[in-house]
């Protein structure tokens, strides 16, 4: 235990370090930790470093982010108590909270469980539960099982992919919307079968499917 | 909670459980599978929650959520016990007329009940005619329980045949009850469960695994997750006489991450069995020891295939690979390992408790007991049906299944997901077992029943379960990851209107290598859809390669959409709905589709109304020209012009 204690604080150390290198110094230890920086602090931050407000800002939100993805990542490797064969439990653990497998996650992962990074590499290519990019604040999966297949579901998809603009597997450059396609929701009777953020819509008109994507914000 | 420690523990537990329960007290249920899930029964549950609360009837009306029904189609489902007063299609607005006549003066809300053709209303949810011709031995504790309380299962006489196993019966006795049983493997092969725990109990080596596949990939089936979500405990408490049968003191449960209520709820039911001493260490106070650890796979069809999801368990990419040691004997790090379906095991306590000779007694000659099908597609009443093995398509389908959607003529039904096959409406008398199946170039797979119309094209549904498996393939051996791809490329060419002379005998010739040289399962059953529907449906193929043309109108590059001039009433539907704008007319002008700019999205075949029925879809044949635009006066039966 307090040895994976330990390797996680330094992962911690040195992500955060490379994600702040070539700026002129590290304002990792002043601002770590607090949950919002005052603007007053920030401001001075910028007048210390000579560089502006919102690039001070910029580096705050992403030492923090980084420092949570890898503190999570910490945490869920810690839970399986460094078992190698829960490689893939793992990885759907931080897929689930994070939405995506930053590079960076991986490496960790990978070096805390002392498994090569080609093979976290190669689960999270072969599973179709993962994703190498990031996806988009709102899940639009379409069901192309068999019964929602012989029910129209490839025309369902085109209408939701001109709707969105984008193709299955894609992510809307706002980062909006992904778009994905299921085999088999388990809903049959409703086919064909479009979930948008966990809600289920049977088979819809041309007309509700453009309402069901211009309710999402 | 207390721990059970022995036999009589969990009996007295037992009748503690039953005497705080009044059989006579009414108790409100929902169903929350998936298909009433995706239909808004968590809203329905609430508002029966507030509304008896708000009527202060809390103390004398129980509310139960409980597993799927698997009426799907007319969800959500709510059955009120005791009199199992079956509502179907039961709205939160429907609510408080349902809670005042449930609960003041045993009325009826007969909007809410089954219709039968004749009009007439059932009340009484085991007349209906998709339940009354089941036979719900496995599948029928799903409506009575709800799966988050472990108390439900031991009421209706739940881990009775774990007890009768440890205390009563020898190992060897439980081998033999299953083996005399004549259980097959509900998971696709169909191999005697009997043999295979043998084998495991047989084989060399201290340490021996079960495991429960839950990994159910095929498209289109869904009752491994519906016995998982609303029964979990029927399957532990199989997998835990089969851990004792086999010698095992460790179990996993593969299911996919996909069903993220049947992890949870499979999970809960686990911490339950452990706190109640029914699994860990010396459970009920017989020596015996097993635990069960949950996987959760992260979507990949291949990894359903036993030793690709042994890998996966093992923390590895889960790729099948060759068995020529069987993983009965070499399974999970190389040890023995004994892999049944979900509902192989929920059969096993069914077995114990009532006897090998009972179960025997139900299905065919070869194929013993019953199988729960998913009845999907264009089928009336859609759902999970469990029927005894034997019974015939055309029973499951028009007896139970309700015949076909709005009145279309029946062409194939699909079974065994992809690695199964079509059969015709000339096989529709066939009995349904592992056997005949088999013989009829279809199998029986997980149970998937896909009814398909005249409206599917056979070439169209070939490829789509072709492209799946291309897709889902490993890539770890040659004749699977290329064969089926060229497959998909001829399959396309043939829809895609340019099919040449030969294609047939190319994909039949491709089919017995793939089928005849693949490593797993997956690619040595994936040319069966091509290979029925060729068998069954060749005509089909012949028109699409010879004729360029379509039967069904399903294959884009082979259709055209046309509005007939004599039936267009210039209602502007179709001219306000086409998304590209290909289709030109005014008031009182006839609606003429630009060709060029048409993408066939269907969009107008569909708004057409079916009083007119004008949008037609020709294949094969040139589309008739077009009349001058502009010029032409909608024809109006019966009205002044």
Redesign the interface.
């Known amino acids: 235990m307090a040895r994976g204690k330990a390797k996680a604080r330094s992962i911690y150390k040195s992500s955060a370090k490379e994600k702040s290198r070539g700026g002129k110094a590290t304002p990792t230890q002043t601002i770590m930790g607090s949950e919002r920086v005052p603007e007053s602090v920030l401001t001075r931050v910028s007048d210390k470093l000579g560089i502006p407000v919102s690039q001070v800002s910029h580096m705050v939100e992403t030492i923090g982010r980084v420092a949570q993805e890898a503190g999570d990542t910490d945490r869920i490797v810690e839970k399986y108590r460094g078992?190698?064969?829960?490689?893939?439990?793992i990885?759907?653990e931080i897929q689930r909270e994070n939405r995506w497998l930053p590079r960076d996650v991986l490496m960790s992962v990978s070096k805390n469980l002392g498994v090569p990074i080609g093979?976290a590499y190669?689960?999270a290519t072969?599973?179709?539960?993962?994703s190498l990019t990031p996806q988009g604040r709102h899940q639009v999966s379409v069901c192309?099982?068999?019964?929602c297949?012989?029910?129209?579901a490839p025309?369902l998809l085109?209408?939701v992919a001109?709707t969105l603009s984008i193709n299955p597997g894609e992510t809307s450059p706002d980062q909006k919307f992904t778009l994905h396609t299921?085999?088999?929701?388990?809903?049959?009777?409703?086919?064909p079968?479009i979930v948008v953020d966990g809600d289920?819509h049977?088979n819809p008109?041309?007309?509700e499917v453009e309402r069901i994507i211009n309710r999402c914000d | 909670m207390v721990r059970l420690k022995s036999a009589a523990d969990l009996e007295k537990k037992r009748a503690q459980i039953l005497s705080k329960r009044d059989p006579n007290k009414p108790c409100i249920t929902v169903c929350s599978g998936t298909g009433c899930h995706a239909l808004g029964s968590d809203k329905v549950h609430q508002a029966i929650v507030s509304e008896l609360s708000r009527n202060g009837l809390k103390s004398k009306v129980d509310v139960r959520r409980t597993g799927c029904h698997g009426f799907c189609e007319r969800g959500p489902i709510v059955v009120i016990f005791p009199a199992e007063i079956c509502y179907l299609g039961v709205k939160p607005g429907d609510v408080p007329e349902v809670v005042s006549k449930t609960s003041a003066d045993k009325e009826l809300v007969d909007r809410l009940l089954y219709k039968d053709a004749s009009g007439e209303r059932i009340a009484h949810e085991g007349e209906i005619p998709f339940y009354k011709h089941q036979r719900r031995i496995v599948f029928g504790s799903n409506r009575l329980i709800d799966p988050k309380n472990i108390d439900d299962y031991i009421a209706l006489g739940g881990y009775s045949a774990l007890a009768k196993v440890l205390f009563e019966m020898s190992p060897e006795e439980v081998l033999e009850t299953v083996k005399r049983a004549n259980l097959r493997g509900r998971g696709g092969g169909g191999f005697p469960a009997g043999a295979k725990w043998e084998t495991t109990r047989n084989a060399p080596g201290d340490i021996k695994y079960v495991v429960v596949n839950a990994d159910e990939g095929d498209p289109g089936a869904f009752m491994d997750r519906s016995l998982l979500e609303g029964n979990p405990h029927s399957v532990l408490e199989g997998l835990i006489i089969g851990a004792y049968a086999i010698g095992s003191h460790e179990g996993f449960v593969y299911v996919r991450q996909e069903y993220p209520l049947a992890v949870s709820n499979l999970t809960l039911a686990l911490s339950q069995v452990r706190e109640y001493g029914l699994l860990g260490k010396n459970i009920l106070g017989s020596g015996f020891d097993f635990d069960v650890g949950v996987h959760r796979g992260a979507g990949a069809f291949v990894s359903g295939e036993s030793s690709a999801l042994m890998t996966a368990i093992e923390g590895i990419v889960g790729e099948p690979r060759p068995k020529y040691i069987r993983t009965a004997v070499s399974g999970i790090w190389e040890r023995p390992t004994n892999l049944n379906n979900v509902e192989t095991w929920a059969n096993v306590p069914l077995i114990i408790n009532n006897g090998s000779d009972w179960f025997a007694s139900i299905g065919t000659e070869g194929s013993k007991g019953t199988k729960i099908f998913s009845l999907v597609g264009k089928v009336n009443n859609t759902g999970l049906v469990e029927v005894p093995m034997g019974m015939t398509l055309r029973e499951i389908i028009y007896t139970i299944g309700g015949g076909i959607r709005q009145g279309k003529k029946f062409k194939a039904v699909q079974t065994g997901g992809p690695s199964g096959g079509c059969l015709p409406e000339s096989l529709i008398d066939l009995p349904v077992d592992f056997d005949e199946l088999t013989k009829a170039g279809s199998m029986m797979g997980s149970g998937g029943m896909i009814v398909v119309d005249e409206d599917t094209c056979m070439a169209d549904l070939a490829r789509y379960f072709t492209t799946f498996l291309a897709d889902e393939s490993c890539g770890k051996c040659i004749p699977c990851r290329v064969g089926l791809e060229q497959m998909v490329t001829i399959l396309d060419r043939i829809c895609g209107g340019e099919g040449e002379t030969g294609d047939i005998e190319l994909l039949e010739e491709l089919s017995e290598v793939v089928q005849d040289v693949s490593l797993c399962a997956l690619g040595q059953t994936a040319p069966n859809p091509v290979l029925s529907t060729i068998r069954y449906f060749r005509d089909e193929y012949e028109a699409h390669i010879e004729q360029k043309r379509c039967p069904a109108g399903v294959c884009k590059a082979l259709i055209s959409y046309y509005i007939d001039p004599n039936k267009c009433s210039a209602c502007g539907i179709c001219l306000r709905e086409c998304p590209v704008e290909a289709i030109s007319g005014a008031k009182n002008l006839v609606h003429i589709i630009d060709q060029e700019k048409c993408t066939k999205c269907n969009t107008c075949f569909e708004v057409c109304p079916t009083r007119f029925s004008a949008v037609v879809k020709i294949s094969g044949e040139p589309v008739p020209a077009a009349l001058p635009l502009g010029t032409e006066v909608v024809r109006k039966k019966g009205k002044r012009e």
Do not use: E, W
């Not at chain 1, 078992?83 to 439990?89: F, G, P, S, T, V």
């Open positions: 078992d190698k064969a829960a490689l893939i439990q990885l759907l093979r190669r689960i072969f599973y179709k539960a993962f192309m099982g068999t019964a297949h012989v029910r129209g025309r085109d209408r001109s299921v085999n088999c929701l388990g809903c049959c009777a409703l086919g079968v289920y049977g008109t041309p007309k």
